[in-house]
C-alpha cells in the first residue's frame, strides 16, 4: 500500500509538471 501511494504521488507530481510546461510553452507560442 506504501508503495502504491508514492508512486501515485510522483505521477501526479509529474503530470502536473508536465501540465504546466506545456501551458507555458502554448502561451509563450501565442
Given at each position: 500500500?506504501?508503495?502504491l501511494y508514492l508512486l501515485f504521488s510522483f505521477v501526479l507530481f509529474a503530470a502536473t509538471i508536465g501540465f504546466l510546461l506545456i501551458c507555458d510553452r502554448?502561451?509563450?507560442g501565442r
Open positions: 500500500m506504501d508503495a502554448l502561451g509563450r
